[in-house]
């Protein structure tokens, strides 16, 4: 399904966050990354409707790439916390105003438990307008959550969020650590195996 021979990969975002992790780690692909921002074209952000982390991802690729009849890329994802089964998960954008009202309303849901394990999981959609046909990768990170806010780094909930096996936070790992073992970092590597070798 991949395009070959593609020179530009249209990304459905507006978060800087996210597009500079995404630029990074595709950075040796051969194609240039772009955001929303950075297309004439107004994409309105349609509204992620999904019950899966795949259905709200290919609502958003199909959006912005119909738009802009470009090669679009898009993600959703989220934190799926075992002691608040169905509370997060696709909800995980949508469970508070910002990233701070965000985090300090997990914190209050976890006050008090002693199961603190979670998991980050991410889906990446990539989009063909022309074909109408996409393709899916899925990335999974587990860990646990930390009692209080840890590192400035990152974005949404990376300053709680422990990975296995390590003693820092997301936001406390410098972004080069965290993009190479990140949920979104092991779905984008797996589309990234996908364009290389398509671009053979």
């Known amino acids: 399904m991949i395009v070959p021979g593609m020179t530009q990969l249209l990304v459905a975002t507006h978060n800087k966050g996210k597009i500079k992790e995404i630029q990074s780690i595709l950075a ?8 929303l921002d950075e297309v004439p074209q107004k994409v309105l952000e349609p509204e992620e ?20 009849t470009m090669l679009t890329m898009a993600d959703d994802s989220g934190l799926e916390v075992d002691a ?17 009202d965000r985090i300090t309303k997990l914190l ?3 006050q008090g438990k002693t199961n603190r394990t979670a998991a980050f999981v ?18 999974k990170i587990e860990g646990t959550l930390t009692t209080e806010k840890r590192g400035e780094g990152g974005f949404g909930y990376d300053p709680l969020f422990i990975p296995n096996g390590y ?8 972004s080069e650590e965290k993009n190479m073992l990140s949920h979104r970092a092991r779905a984008l590597q797996k589309l990234k195996k996908a364009l290389k070798e398509s671009n053979k």
């Open 84 to 100: 608040l089964p169905g509370q997060l998960g696709v909800y995980s954008a949508r469970y508070g105003t910002s990233d701070a």
């Open 108 to 110: 209050t849901a976890m």
């Open 28 to 35: 040796d692909v051969g194609c240039t990354v772009l955001s």
């Open 49 to 68: 409707t999904g019950t899966t982390y795949e259905e709200n991802a290919l609502i958003k690729a199909k959006a912005a790439g119909d738009a802009t």
């Open 122 to 139: 991410s889906c990446v959609v990539l989009y063909d307008p022309k074909t109408q046909i996409h393709q899916t990768f899925m990335g």
């Open 167 to 174: 003693t820092k936070t997301f936001a406390q790992l410098g």
